[in-house]
T-cell receptor
Framework: GDSVTQMEGPVTLSEEAFLTINCTYT??????LFWYVQYPGEGLQLLLK?????DKGSNKGFEATYRKETTSFHLEKGSVQVSDSAVYFC???????????FGTGTKLQVIP | DTEVTQTPKHLVMGMTNKKSLKCEQH?????MYWYKQKAKKPPELMFV???????INESVPSRFSPECPNSSLLNLHLHALQPEDSALYLC??????????????FGPGTRLTVL
């Protein structure tokens, strides 16, 4: 079955540091890939997505590239802010629209 | 506009109470979802409605009863819940197109506490 593996958290960074959160996946067919962010006490917000190989999703300074050859979709940001502190979920959708497979989530804490 | 709204934001109920959670979207989406999320875990799918018909029930106990009155509204009726049902309940919607590119948009959730 489909699966998503994310790096274990928490990740603690100083403000303006470079961020990478690793995500790899296993899926049948040609999945779409997503990053969702969940701020404390809130629901999930779609951060970015990519629907085919070599696509780059980007939003609010975050980027991720759909790498079919390495089955990866790593999240990056060049300079994190305290306001980026949240839990980040990598997810995929394949073989139909109704089920999304989520990773376990990576908590990011940015300190001033 | 990609807004999904949920009410109430917080709910405390006893094990003998009956309550309902509400979800609304005005994006013209034809698929709507209920998820349950426990602390420090990813969301778990409970139900999917597609074009106002229940299409997926992930073996959810009957004390949870979903309802989709129209294409914009989704309810979750709660009855005789257990303390372990305390969680964040998330609603989501998507266009409902076939294929993997359909994108789910989530509401802010209802924080449910069962005493």
């Amino acid at each position: 079955g489909d699966s998503v593996t994310q790096m274990e958290g928490p990740v603690t960074l100083s403000e303006e540091a470079f961020l990478t959160i690793n995500c790899t996946y296993t899926a049948t067919g040609y999945p779409s890939l997503f990053w969702y962010v969940q701020y404390p006490g809130e629901g999930l917000q779609l951060l970015l997505k990519a629907t085919k190989a070599d696509d780059k999703g980007s939003n609010k300074g975050f980027e991720a590239t759909y790498r079919k050859e390495t089955t990866s979709f790593h999240l990056e940001k060049g300079s994190v802010q305290v306001s980026d502190s949240a839990v980040y979920f990598c997810a995929l959708s394949s073989g139909g629209y109704q089920k999304v497979t989520f990773g376990t989530g990576t908590k990011l804490q940015v300190i001033p | 506009d990609t807004e999904v709204t949920q009410t109430p934001k917080h709910l405390v109920m006893g094990m003998t109470n009956k309550k309902s959670l509400k979800c609304e979207q005005h994006m013209g989406h034809r698929a709507m979802y209920w998820y349950k999320q426990k602390a420090k875990k990813p969301p778990e799918l409970m139900f999917v409605y597609s074009y106002e018909k229940l299409s997926i029930n992930e073996s959810v106990p009957s004390r949870f009863s979903p309802e989709c009155p129209n294409s914009s509204l989704l309810n979750l009726h709660l009855h005789a819940l257990q303390p372990e049902d305390s969680a964040l309940y998330l609603c989501a919607s998507s266009q409902g197109t076939s294929g993997s590119t359909d994108t789910q948009y989530f509401g802010p959730g209802t924080r449910l506490t069962v005493l």
